[in-house]
Nanobody
Framework: QVRMVESGGGLVQAGDSLTVSCVAS????????MGWFRQAPGKEREFVAA????????SYANSVKGRFTISRDNAKNTLYLQMNSLEPEDTAVYYC?????????????????WGQGTQVTVSS
């Protein structure tokens, strides 16, 4: 059993920065990739960013590239998403996810482990 818990969400203004975190318990990360997805009301869950087991390879959605940075601390079983220059369009529930592969993927269906999400709201 793997439990993943996100934290760090909140209400911010456009242009602000925010970091959300995800702590996994029940097992170590090992050589499996981690990712962030988000879902806004009335929209499908969409890919945000992903990172492989060694942090050597990352992938970002075009909408966040240059503003968001994904990282992980395997010793702490923790995944991070640093979000800069936030925009109202970034408002969503942010979910962390893990998959039993060391390679990143942009499709939510390829991730086996999910947290409950943390709300990020960006006002104008």
């Amino acid at each position: 059993q793997v439990r993943m818990v996100e934290s760090g969400g909140g209400l911010v203004q456009a242009g602000d920065s925010l970091t959300v975190s995800c702590v996994a318990s029940g097992r170590t990360f090992g050589r499996y990739a981690m990712g962030w997805f988000r879902q806004a009301p009335g929209k499908e869950r969409e890919f945000v960013a992903a990172i492989n087991w060694s942090d050597a390879t990352t992938s970002y959605a075009n909408s966040v590239k240059g503003r968001f940075t994904i990282s992980r601390d395997n010793a702490k079983n923790t995944l991070y998403l640093q979000m800069n220059s936030l925009e109202p369009e970034d408002t969503a529930v942010y979910y962390c996810a893990g998959r039993m592969s060391e390679f990143v993927d942009t499709t939510s269906g390829r991730y086996a482990y999910w947290g409950q999400g943390t709300q990020v709201t960006v006002s104008s």
